[in-house]
T-cell receptor, first 113, second 109 residues
Framework: NAGVTQTPKFRVLKTGQSMTLLCAQDMNHEYMYWYRQDPGMGLRLIHY???????AKGEVPDGYNVSRLKKQNFLLGLESAAPSQTSVYFC????????????FGSGTRLTVV | DAKTTQPNSMESNEEEPVHLPCNHS???????IHWYRQLPSQGPEYVIHGLTSNVNNRMASLAIAEDRKSSTLILHRATLRDAAVYYC??????????FGKGTRLHILP
């Protein structure tokens, strides 16, 4: 049982380049989330999805786009990377019921130079 | 989003119980209290959650005050592997969870 898998684990981008981070879950979870974590700080919510075909903005959505074409996948895109987007990105998923916890991936460490 | 307040850091000795406090005075009646922890260089990990009654699982216990304005995460016998940042979070019905700064727990050998 893989849980939540994030691809890639590490990436270095040049300013202005684009890339897509992939989050895949095999638990049939409805809700999926993208967070970023900067050094010494807690996690901040970028975007989230409450079901296939839906997306919504979180706390820090600027500079990112997302898509949820399939229930099991949630993609995070950076159209034109900036050094301020250097961070560790975590994906999470959960059931719809509020009584369930979130399952997190192991993270993608992104450096923009 | 309802807010929680936690101490920035705590220390405990190995093999002793640890009580991590959390205040959430603006909690609503339908908010679940969730606890997560984040080990160094890893993603957050679910620990435990509850609504009104105290809860136990293999990792920890959650004690919830009768008025639900505070809760305590209890690690019964801390090990060095329990050194992490612990987050207390309220989950509103159908809403996303927002992380605060959490409590950094140091375990002394």
């Amino acid at each position: 049982n893989a849980g939540v898998t994030q691809t890639p684990k590490f990436r270095v981008l040049k300013t202005g380049q684009s890339m897509t981070l992939l989050c895949a879950q095999d638990m049939n979870h409805e809700y999926m989330y993208w967070y970023r974590q900067d050094p010494g700080m807690g996690l901040r919510l970028i975007h989230y999805s409450v079901g296939e075909g839906t997306t919504a903005k979180g706390e820090v959505p600027d500079g990112y786009n997302v898509s949820r074409l399939k229930k099991q996948n949630f993609l995070l895109g950076l159209e034109s990377a900036a050094p301020s987007q250097t961070s560790v990105y975590f994906c999470a998923s959960t059931w719809t019921r509020d009584s369930y916890g979130y399952t997190f991936g192991s993270g993608t460490r992104l450096t923009v130079v | 989003d309802a807010k929680t307040t936690q101490p920035n850091s705590m220390e405990s000795n190995e093999e002793e119980p640890v009580h991590l406090p959390c205040n959430h005075s603006t909690i609503s009646g339908t908010d679940y209290i969730h606890w997560y922890r984040q080990l160094p260089s890893q993603g957050p990990e679910y620990v435990i959650h509850g609504l009104t009654s105290n809860v136990n699982n293999r990792m920890a216990s959650l004690a919830i005050a009768e008025d639900r304005k505070s809760s305590t995460l209890i690690l019964h016998r801390a090990t060095l592997r329990d050194a992490a940042v612990y987050y207390c979070i309220l989950r509103s019905p159908g809403d996303k969870i927002i992380f605060g700064k959490g409590t950094r727990l140091h375990i002394l050998p």
